[in-house]
């Protein structure tokens, strides 16, 4: 486990909860979240590698895309939680997605990388497309078609009639400082939000 | 002979084997409200059974199966068990590690008692009076071999197709007897697609002349264009439209039209090929009794149609797995069978596979295939 964010967001989730994990990878925060909270649950992956790893692990892992896959296999209100981990931005219909989430579940956790960082803005004044640590493919190879910024992504759940619980805004070493604190839509380069509907 | 032997130990193969057979002295009730008394189960065992015999693994078959899931009867035989590409050294099912048990199942034609064997009550051949056995009643008579063979709790059972059927009833009908069920290319229930194609084949082989009701053994006469037709059928159906493409195209047998009603094309005269060997080594009723298990089961029936609540009191751990092509087994019916142990909250993990050989591919070696298999059983012990 050497992703920070991973460690925030167990903080998140309570103890024997159930968990849906939306793009669950090779399963390595289920597998944290197994350990360390106790939790059971499914993740969804289309990549069928992640799936191996995931079952080598002995984690519950449904191949398909959870943009079709949520509204065929989970009933409404059926996990505590469900969690998207930098993926968002690759989805076809984010406000989509952020609506199945609170559907499936009592809270949503969401994780993206924010286009309004200081150096993305920089980037882009200087008449180029960002790319960084958090954003490193160039424009035309990249799976993130639908990038925002914190301020877009709040604006979205008031529009959806969605409240933000908690939200954690991070630079690309997973670590908080006073600046982001300040100004976190310009020095944030990571951002984590738990939230529910209405 | 030496040399094919050691190729095919080299290939991780369990070498060879020799089937056995059980007497089972116990009435069995059956579905149809029949009682089978004392009855014979053929069966294959593959690795050695530990200690705690806690290493035991059940492979069920599908239709046109039987006992012989792996390594060869003797150095001439030409292929391997059915389920080689999975079970040895090695292997998925890796019997280093594990004691491997394949059995005939009732009512098959491989030495298991079924319609070509005597009925002991009157001398005669069963035939068509064998009554007509459902996957429950399979799983209740393989309950039966694991208690002679001393296995209390399977830690894995397992099967294609029909056989997946199997593995699912195992964890319905025995939940603390089962801790794992391996579920590929199969359904909770068939289709009315499904069910018709059966029908098809079932009637190809009843309106055969040489049936004669089931008793063709006392005509010394096999329905073989019958059970052709029916084993022709299925085969179409268990292959993908791509994977024939591929295989034959349009090629010409002999590079011209005979502008007859002879073999033209070179997948005529595979299917011919294959109905011919088909038709020498299975039995017609068999062939009857098999589709029509498959037809029946759907352990939903007894919960209203709620599979979720069939699932309610199962154990063991589930892996699902589907392949892309497959339409006779299509992945929707396996979504079914997911979304419901979801539904149970039941621990299941599913894969569907990329592959353009249809429903055949739960039969090949398909490398993500083997690894999703490989990666959920080494978790088992």
């Excluded at chain 2, 992945?331 to 599913?350: D, F, G, T, W």
């Amino acid at each position: 486990m050497n992703r920070k964010d991973f460690k925030i967001i167990a903080e998140w989730i309570q103890k024997d909860s159930t968990v849906l994990d939306l793009g669950c990878g090779d399963s390595t925060l289920l597998d944290y979240l197994v350990s360390n909270k106790n939790i059971s649950g499914y993740g969804f992956e289309k990549d069928i590698d992640e799936v191996q790893e995931s079952i080598k692990k002995n984690i519950n892992v449904i191949q398909s895309d959870f943009n079709t896959g949520l509204a065929e296999y989970i009933d409404s209100n059926f996990f505590d939680y469900s969690i998207m981990t930098q993926a968002l931005q690759e989805n076809k219909n984010p406000d989509h997605i952020i609506l199945e989430m609170v559907r499936v579940s009592r809270e949503g956790i969401i994780t993206f990388p924010n286009m309004g960082f200081w150096k993305n803005r920089l980037q882009l004044g200087l008449g180029r497309m960002p790319i960084s640590k958090s954003l490193p493919n160039q424009w035309f190879d990249t799976p993130n078609i639908h990038l925002c910024t914190l301020n877009d992504f709040e604006k979205l759940c008031e529009d959806l009639k969605i409240t933000i619980l908690e939200k954690k805004v991070l630079n690309n070493r997973y670590s908080s400082n006073l600046l982001l604190k300040i100004l976190p839509n310009f020095f944030g380069e990571i951002a984590l939000y738990r939230f529910k509907k209405y | 002979m030496v040399i094919i032997m050691q190729n095919k130990l080299k290939d991780n193969s369990v070498g060879i084997v020799l089937p056995k057979t059980v007497e089972i002295k116990y009435g069995l009730q059956l579905d149809c409200g029949k009682n089978l008394e004392n009855f014979s189960l053929t069966y294959e065992t593959y690795g050695e059974l530990n200690s705690k015999k806690d290493n035991a693994i059940l492979i069920c078959h599908a239709l046109s199966g039987d006992h012989h899931a792996a390594g060869y009867h003797s150095v001439a035989d030409k292929k391997p068990g059915w389920w080689d590409s999975c079970i040895g050294p090695g292997k998925p099912f890796d019997t280093n590690k594990f004691f491997v048990v394949s059995l005939n199942n009732l009512g098959g034609c491989k030495g298991s008692t079924g319609p070509n064997t005597v009925d002991k009550k009157t001398g005669n051949e069963f035939g068509p009076d064998f009554p007509i056995i459902t996957v429950n009643d399979w799983v209740n008579s393989q309950k039966l071999l694991a208690d002679y063979l001393e296995i209390d709790t399977w830690a894995c059972v397992a099967g294609g197709s029909l056989g997946g059927m199997q593995a699912l009833q195992w964890a319905i009908s025995y939940p603390s007897k089962i801790k794992n069920s391996i579920v590929v290319a199969s359904a909770a229930k068939l289709s009315a697609q499904n069910i018709a194609f059966n029908e098809v084949a079932r009637q190809a082989i009843i309106t055969d002349p040489d049936f004669h009701d089931g008793r063709y053994n006392n005509f010394g006469v096999v329905p073989k264009r019958g059970l052709s037709i029916a084993r022709m059928l299925g085969h179409i159906t268990y292959l993908s439209d791509d994977s024939m493409r591929q295989k034959f195209g349009r090629d010409l047998r002999e590079g011209k039209l005979h502008f007859g009603y002879d073999v033209d094309f070179q997948v005529e005269s595979y299917l011919r090929y294959q109905a011919q060997a088909f038709v020498e080594r299975f039995d017609a009723n068999t062939y009857l009794l098999m589709t029509k298990a498959l037809d029946y089961f759907d352990p939903a029936k007894e919960y209203n149609g709620d599979l979720s609540i069939a699932f309610e009191n199962t154990q063991s751990r589930f892996l699902v797995v589907s392949f892309t092509s497959d339409w006779r087994f299509s992945s929707s019916k396996s979504h079914e069978i997911v979304k419901s142990l979801v539904k149970a909250r039941k621990n299941v993990s599913y894969s569907e596979i990329e592959s353009n050989n249809g429903h055949d591919a739960f039969l090949m070696p398909i490398p993500n295939y083997l690894g999703v298999l490989k990666n959920f059983i080494d978790n088992i012990l």
